[in-house]
């Protein structure tokens, strides 16, 4: 059965204080890895998509990197805006179409 | 990317009733995909609306209970028929754009059944 287990659930950082969040997979026909982020009433918001072992994406803060089994998500010297809830989905094609499937996501609370 | 809106925002709804969700993208897309986010927990997929034929629904959901339309490429209805509180819940339009992978996603339906 395909499953997305993210870690740790929730986080909390200091301003400036790097730190990485997990997201190991099981799926099989894997087309890529997303990350999210959601804000508290929001809907999630695209931050990378990852399709093979070794490749890596950065935006700001943030950079994405993922190996055969999990992704990870860096944040370096974190600012108290990048609090949020950060959501990996497996990108997969079951049934005969595409399908996201969602990781429970890591709350990510950073302090001043 | 897209620009997704969905109606209503949020709403309060007594037990039994049905309530009709708009999603509505500004640009042609090839998929349209409905999920819940049940309060504290992640995305689910209920179902992925077709153009023009009855939508895919994923395992524990069905048809009577979410009927869906797509009668166009850009807009989609969700129904959530004879609703009880165990349906409050965010619901979540998202869509695939023409030469992309990621799916994006609309502002979510906040659903509050009493």
């Known amino acids: 059965e395909d499953q997305v287990t993210q870690s740790p659930e929730a986080l909390r950082l200091q301003e400036g204080e790097s730190s990485s969040l997990n997201c190991s997979y099981t799926?099989?026909?894997?087309?890529?890895l997303f990350w999210y982020r959601q804000d508290p009433g929001k809907g999630p918001e695209f931050l990378f998509t990852?399709?093979?072992a070794g490749e890596e994406k950065e935006k700001e803060r943030l950079k994405a990197t993922l190996t055969k089994k999990e992704s990870f998500l860096h944040i370096t010297a974190p600012k108290p805006e990048d609090s949020a809830t950060y959501l990996c989905?497996?990108?997969?094609?079951?049934?005969?179409?595409?399908?996201?499937?969602f990781g429970a996501g890591t709350r990510l609370a950073v302090h001043p | 990317s897209a620009v997704i809106s969905q109606k209503p925002s949020r709403d309060i709804c007594q037990r039994g009733t049905s309530l009709t969700i708009q999603c509505q993208v500004d640009?042609?897309?090839?998929?349209m995909f409905w999920y819940r986010q049940q309060p504290g927990q992640s995305l689910t997929l209920i179902a992925t609306?077709?153009?023009?034929?009855?939508?895919?629904?994923e395992s524990g959901f069905v048809i009577d209970k979410f009927p869906i339309s797509r009668p166009n490429l850009t807009f989609s209805t969700l129904t959530v028929s004879n609703m009880s509180p165990e349906d409050s819940s965010i619901y979540l339009c998202?869509?695939?754009?023409?030469?992309?992978?990621?799916?994006?996603f609309g502002p979510g339906t906040r659903l509050t059944v009493l």
């Open positions: 998202s869509v695939d754009l023409i030469g992309a992978d990621e799916q994006f």
């Open positions: 799926v099989s026909g894997l087309r890529g």
């Open positions: 990852l399709y093979s």
């Open positions: 989905a497996v990108h997969t094609f079951s049934g005969g179409y595409n399908k996201l499937i």
């Open positions: 640009s042609q897309v090839t998929m």
């Open positions: 609306a077709n153009q023009g034929s009855e939508a895919t629904y």
